[in-house]
């Protein structure tokens, strides 16, 4: 894969966020990685969605040094870099401040899997991580902020969670493509909006049960997925 067929993708996915309705004014970003190459492209910093280009697309390899583009890229780069770094079977990373999905990061509570619509996209609760401390935001805090994401996921797989919502700042998804971590970014603000407004009907509301999220996640996900056209036609 050349670096152009790199910003192709990742400009196309971040036209998805304005279309998808994610982004309110320049909050949110999108990554794509050649694993091959160890370069990712990177949405710069402060552009006008209206106005990107694929050849505005920042690419940074996996040591964090600029190798293509002019423009500055995003600010959170580096916590782009530290999944990539971490999580090795993901090509794509979006950060977003969709509305719900922050009101949670905000209140510093995970999204509790109280549906199937959650549990066709995440293996259980998307979780929230701890605060950053002081000398984390005062030192390198966009890379601090990708390292309390590694900590949250030491006993989950980011395969089977592809969103995480960082304390006080909104939530990070990813996946296999581009596209892919835009649509994970998508289903964790829908999650976020149904599960907000069925705990305000019944702050109760209990997680739906394992049999149950089995069955909707493991019939999309993993090596016995059934859901959907397979090319063999069953
Ligand atoms: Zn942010």
New binding site residues.
């Given amino acids: 894969m050349s670096y152009r067929d790199i910003q192709a993708e990742c400009c196309e996915a971040n036209l998805l966020l304005p279309r998808y309705g994610l982004v309110d004014l320049t ?1 949110g970003n999108v990554s794509v990685l050649d694993r091959a190459a160890g370069v990712f492209g990177i949405k710069p910093s402060g552009v006008d969605y209206a106005k990107l280009t694929p050849a505005d697309i920042v690419l940074v390899d996996l040591d964090g040094q600029q190798v293509g583009g002019t423009l500055r890229p995003s600010s ?1 780069t580096p916590t782009h870099l530290r999944l990539f770094q971490a999580f090795p079977d993901i090509r794509a990373v979006v ?1 977003t ?1 969709s509305r719900n999905a922050t009101a949670f990061a905000q209140a510093g509570c995970g999204i509790p899997c109280l549906g199937t619509t959650h549990a066709d996209y995440f293996y259980g609760e998307v979780p929230v991580t701890r605060p950053l401390t002081p000398p984390e935001i005062a030192t390198a805090y966009e890379w601090e902020t990708g390292n309390v994401i590694i900590e949250r996921f030491r006993s989950l797989d980011p395969a089977r969670i592809s969103a995480v919502l960082v304390h006080g ?2 939530p990070f998804a990813w996946g296999p493509s581009g596209a892919k971590a835009v649509e994970n970014a998508f289903a964790l603000e829908l999650i976020a909006e149904m599960t907000l407004k069925a705990q305000q009907l019944n702050p109760a509301a209990l997680p739906i049960s394992r049999e149950l999220l089995d069955k909707h996640f493991l019939r999309k996900h993993g090596p016995d997925a059934s859901y959907g056209q397979k090319e063999n036609g069953s």
């Fill in positions: 909050f959170d950060h401040h700042h909104g």
